[in-house]
């Protein structure tokens, strides 16, 4: 089944501990995103990467950091987290980045809360 | 100015009429253009993709694009309780390799 996975779907920290959500897609799509969704807010983006190797900041990057060193796999990295980072984020995949009319496919989504 | 608004509603209607969602954009070059549905704690799913100018209709479903205008709609017959959720409509900006989202507007469809 064509999916984007992401783990865990719930995470409680505390601020400052370095945490990791881990997103993989089976798709083989060359573009993966991360997006933050708040209320009222909508889906903000954080960071996108276009290939292996190759990322770049969304409209949200403070406080994060991503890394794609293979294809399927796009991990968020909240280095020390705060409690304005608590939200409900989504990891997204697609063959191009939204050109062509091709969409995203969404992860599960990552319910964290930092405390 | 957002680069992609949306009425945030509850927009109610009765279970069997038509649904209008609307969408306005602010970047006139902007190329692709979908409609997702989100149910509440949910992930978003893609259910309408367009970027020409006129419709474009998938089953219950039509997708409406006017570029001149810079709105996109979508409009779903035949409403059933089950399309209640939040439509999220998003716009491709012109030489960007992303998509940039609304804040999406809630129906609700009265059984």
């Known amino acids: 089944e064509a999916q984007v996975t992401q783990n865990p779907r719930y995470l409680i920290t505390v601020t400052g501990k370095k945490l990791t959500v881990t997103c993989s897609q089976n798709?083989?799509?060359?573009?993966m995103s991360w997006y933050r969704q708040d209320p009222g807010l909508g889906l903000r983006q954080i960071y996108y990467?276009?290939?292996?190797?190759?990322?770049d900041k969304g409209d949200v990057p403070e406080g994060y950091k991503v890394s794609r060193k293979e294809k399927r796999n796009f991990p968020l990295i909240l280095e020390s987290p705060s409690p304005n980072q608590t939200s409900l984020y989504f990891c997204?995949?697609?063959?191009?980045?939204?050109?062509?009319?091709?969409?995203?496919?969404f992860g599960s989504g990552t319910r964290l809360t930092v405390v | 100015q957002k680069e992609v608004e949306q009425n945030s509603g509850p927009l109610s209607v009765p279970e069997g009429a038509i649904a209008s969602l609307n969408c306005t954009y602010s970047?006139?070059?902007?190329?692709?253009f979908f409609w997702y549905r989100q149910y509440s704690g949910k992930s978003p799913e893609l259910i309408m993709s367009i970027y020409s100018n006129g419709d474009k209709e998938d089953g219950r479903f039509t997708a409406q694009l006017n570029k001149a205008s810079q709105y996109v709609s979508l409009l779903i017959r035949d409403s059933q309780p089950s399309d209640s959720a939040t439509y999220l409509c998003?716009?491709?900006?012109?030489?960007?390799?992303?998509?940039?989202f609304g804040t999406g507007t809630k129906l609700q469809v009265i059984p």
């Open positions: 798709m083989n799509h060359e573009y």
């Open positions: 970047d006139r070059g902007s190329q692709s």
């Open positions: 998003a716009v491709n900006p012109r030489g960007y390799q992303k998509v940039t």
């Open positions: 997204a995949s697609s063959p191009l980045g939204g050109t062509g009319g091709h969409g995203y496919t």
């Open positions: 990467s276009m290939n292996v190797e190759v990322t």
